[in-house]
């Protein structure tokens, strides 16, 4: 897993809370280079691995898809039958489901 200089320098990076910092490597730690579009964690999970509240590791999600870090691609569910986690996408990555190019949203961030 590598964090460039450029995305630790940015805006957006430097407004993230510390929880939203861990997620994020969590999410990261997930890419293996043929899989963006398509990593899976849950807040659950995310709460867990990162040893937080499971309200803050929503919060955290919240600020990285706010800043544009991640985006859902398809939304987690819970149910007897299929329950399954979020399917996210970095954005730092070029999307390996739908063969497009990073847009790495969070460049463009700015705090209002």
């Known amino acids: 897993m590598r964090l460039h200089h450029w ?3 940015s805006d957006a990076w430097l407004s993230l809370s510390t929880q939203a910092r861990t997620v994020y490597i969590a999410i990261v730690q997930r890419y293996n280079g043929s899989n ?3 990593l899976w964690l849950s807040v659950r999970d995310a709460a867990r691995e990162c040893r937080v ?3 803050t590791a929503m919060r955290a999600f919240r600020e990285l898809i706010d800043r544009g870090f991640i ?4 939304p987690g569910g819970f149910s007897r039958k299929t329950p399954h986690a979020t399917e996210w996408l970095l954005t ?4 390996d489901v ?12 700015r705090k209002i």
């Not at 985006?71 to 398809?74: D, T, V």
């Not at 739908?98 to 961030?109: G, I, L």
Request: charged share 40%.
């Open 71 to 74: 985006e859902c691609k398809i």
């Open 92 to 95: 730092e990555y070029r999307d």
């Open 53 to 55: 509240a499971k309200d």
């Open 7 to 9: 995305l630790l320098r």
């Open 98 to 109: 739908e063969q497009t190019a990073p847009s790495r949203a969070f460049m463009k961030w």
């Open 36 to 38: 963006n579009g398509r």
